[in-house]
């Protein structure tokens, strides 16, 4: 019986490694729902979407662009963030259902505010570190949840933030 047991579990392992060694998208396109939390203490809660495309010169190695786009509205002043990264992507492309990634970006940010007719924005620099799952639905559409970091340096100070999004993704080349 424990025999049996061995040559099936051992067959398993086989099928598993055949399995791992599936290739890498060359490409994803991801576009999805984004929370962000702008400030982590006295901050602002805003609601809004990403989009982001990754090309994968290597199999474990991507480079990501991101734009996002979010909106809140408090006590009558309403005010969008839109930001403007791109950075490596360390990705993990051997499982066929479930690939995990870790990605840091830098690029810029845009805060815009507005009451009662009088506006006002400013530009500042933006960085970002986090990661995510992509779980496989298809083998070219893709579930991903994912955790950011965004830090935005404009007017002189810092702000902190995270953003939590979920997202569509559509693989492109092999996978």
């Known amino acids: 019986m424990f025999q049996k047991l061995l040559v099936v579990l051992l067959g398993s392992l086989g099928c598993v490694a055949a399995g791992a060694a599936q290739q890498a998208p060359s490409a994803d396109f991801s576009?999805?729902?984004?929370?962000?939390?702008?400030?982590?203490?006295?901050?602002?809660?805003?609601n809004g979407g990403s989009?982001?495309?990754t090309v994968y010169p290597k199999d474990w190695l991507g480079i990501t662009g991101d734009f996002g786009?979010?909106?809140t509205s408090i006590s009558g002043v309403s005010a969008d963030t839109y930001t403007y990264m791109a950075g490596p992507?360390?990705?993990y492309h051997r499982?066929?259902?479930?690939?995990?990634?870790?990605?840091?970006?830098?690029?810029g940010a845009r805060l815009t505010a507005g009451a009662?007719?009088?506006?006002?924005?400013?530009n500042g620099f933006a960085w970002s570190a986090g990661g995510g799952l992509d779980l496989s639905l298809t083998r070219h559409i893709a579930f991903r949840p994912q955790f950011d970091y965004?830090?935005?340096h404009a007017s002189g100070g810092t702000l902190n933030s995270a953003r939590a999004s979920v997202s569509?993704?559509?693989?492109f080349g092999s996978s």
């Open 51 to 53: 989009l982001a495309l």
């Open 95 to 107: 499982e066929r259902r479930v690939s995990p990634f870790a990605q840091a970006m830098f690029g």
């Open 116 to 122: 009662a007719g009088v506006s006002a924005s400013t």
């Open 89 to 91: 992507r360390f990705a």
């Open 150 to 152: 965004i830090g935005i």
């Open 69 to 71: 786009v979010y909106h």
């Open 31 to 46: 576009l999805g729902y984004s929370y962000l939390r702008e400030g982590f203490t006295d901050g602002a809660n805003a």
């Open 168 to 171: 569509i993704v559509f693989r």
